[in-house]
Nanobody, 124 residues
């Protein structure tokens, strides 16, 4: 069974940085996508980024492009979300999610497996 466990959420100041990690396990194929999503209090869950296991290609939401970077570790069992130039509006619970597919998507409905989330709070 696919499992994802997020870590790294914390309190940060605006303009600061945080790195989130997502430990992944249980994949039975090498062709899958890992996405990062976030949900602020009272708002719908939104996609942040996506990375393909096959070639490491990544896709970002416009709201984080140029500030956030997603990557995978050498063993591909950890996916990272490096968040720079943080803003108060980045405050949310961040989730990693996965799906067996050959393309990236940051639509929450397209993911099959989810972690429990990690809280990021950005103070102004």
């Amino acid at each position: 069974e696919v499992q994802l466990v997020e870590s790294g959420g914390n309190l940060a100041q605006a303009g600061g940085s945080l790195r989130l990690s997502c430990e992944v396990s249980g994949f039975t194929s090498d062709d899958y996508a890992i996405g990062w999503f976030r949900q602020a209090s009272g708002k719908e869950r939104e996609g942040v980024s996506c990375i393909m296991s096959s070639d490491g290609s990544a896709y970002y939401a416009d709201s984080v492009k140029g500030r956030f970077t997603t990557s995978s570790g050498n063993a591909k069992n950890t996916v990272y979300l490096q968040m720079n130039s943080l803003r108060p509006e980045d405050t949310a619970v961040y989730y990693c999610a996965a799906a067996y597919r050959s393309f990236c998507s940051i639509l929450p409905g397209g993911m099959d497996y989810w972690g429990k989330g990690t809280l990021v709070t950005v103070s102004s």
